[in-house]
Antibody, heavy 127, light 108 residues
């Protein structure tokens, strides 16, 4: 059973770069069947998709964060990582990593879902 | 448009049926997936695709879609179903993820 675990600093100073890593266990990140996503949730607010990466290194980012986000993958360690630069208090959130599944049904419709998710890690931006 | 719209809050009497909706132009082309989130916990997938439930999700949860609206129905709501529910889909390009704002479900 695939499990994901986020790790990284819980406190980041304003204007610095937030860095998190997601370690995948129970399955290979290089299998090619999945994408690997980052999602965040500010305290008391809803979910926001940040972006995803394929094992080959191709990425897609939320346009609202694109100028500050970099997602990378290390297949040798079965990990993928998030870097968010020039952070402000508005970037304070619980950050989740999740496996991003994509499938086409018999009618050709694209189906996407996130499963499983990591437990999440709270990152606070404060001086 | 890449937005998904949900009602902020919905309530249901114990044992009754409730429908939570999600509206967006991209839902005409892409299925929604639905997530349940309880306080202090990570979201959990409850429905994906046309109407697929992951292993372990009770069959009182079901999904449907019509036009630009996707729906999550709970038939015979239980106290443990009280949670926030989020829909998710892709944008019109099929490449970018987007979440609805979430619906807080109260079971009375």
């Amino acid at each position: 059973q695939v499990q994901l675990q986020e790790s990284g600093p819980g406190l980041v100073k304003p204007s610095q770069t937030l860095s998190l890593t997601c370690t995948v266990s129970g399955g290979s990140i290089s299998s090619g069947d999945y994408y690997w996503s980052w999602i965040r949730q500010p305290p008391g607010k809803g979910l926001e998709w940040i972006g995803y990466i394929y094992y080959s290194g191709s990425t897609y980012y939320n346009p609202s964060l694109k100028s500050r986000v970099t997602i990378s993958v290390d297949t040798s360690k079965n990990q993928f990582s998030l870097k968010l630069s020039s952070v402000t208090a508005a970037d304070t959130a619980v950050y989740y990593c999740a496996r991003d599944c994509k499938y086409y049904d018999s009618s050709g419709y694209q189906i996407n879902w996130f499963d499983p998710w990591g437990q999440g890690t709270l990152v606070t931006v404060s001086s | 448009s890449s937005e998904l719209t949900q009602d902020p809050a919905v309530s249901v009497a114990l044992g009754q049926t409730v429908r939570i909706t999600c509206q967006g132009d991209s839902l005409r082309s892409y299925y929604a997936s639905w997530y349940q989130q309880k306080p202090g916990q990570a979201p959990v997938l409850v429905i994906y695709g046309k109407n697929n439930r992951p292993s372990g999700i009770p069959d009182r949860f079901s999904g449907s879609s019509s036009g630009n609206t996707a729906s999550l129905t709970i038939t015979g709501a239980q106290a443990e179903d009280e949670a926030d529910y989020y829909c998710n889909s892709r944008d019109s390009s099929g490449n970018l993820g987007v979440f609805g704002g979430g619906t807080k479900l109260t079971v009375l």
